[in-house]
């Protein structure tokens, strides 16, 4: 994934995984697995968002041109295999294709 997408993305998927199996974050924050937005990592799907609209021209283009070397599609798709992953590691509910995404 490109750079800036991935610290994006990255973001609520570390805060869940805190939150969900350090002891010492637990403490520190005063919150748990339970405190987690909608009890399933709700708060790392919604970083689906950041990979704009499916079909963008300009996406398509940069890959076209080699700026980037994905489109927003290709890159949602990484995401989510990646982040599915880890979610079911830390024993979250894993979300239903499409849950969440507002930017179509």
Known sequence: MV??????????????????????????????????????????????????????NFANLSVTYGIRKWNNEELLAKYKEEIDKKIAAIGLVVRPEGKDRKIL
Do not use: W
């Not at 010492?24 to 405190?35: C, F, L, M």
């Not at 919604?46 to 609209?53: E, I, P, R, V």
């Open 3 to 56: 750079h800036e997408g991935k610290f994006h993305a990255s973001f609520g998927a570390r805060r869940a995984c805190d939150l969900s199996l350090k002891a010492d974050y637990q403490i520190v924050t005063k919150a748990g697995r339970e405190e987690i937005p909608g009890g399933g990592g709700q708060m790392v799907y919604y970083a689906l968002n950041t990979f704009c609209k499916t079909g963008s």
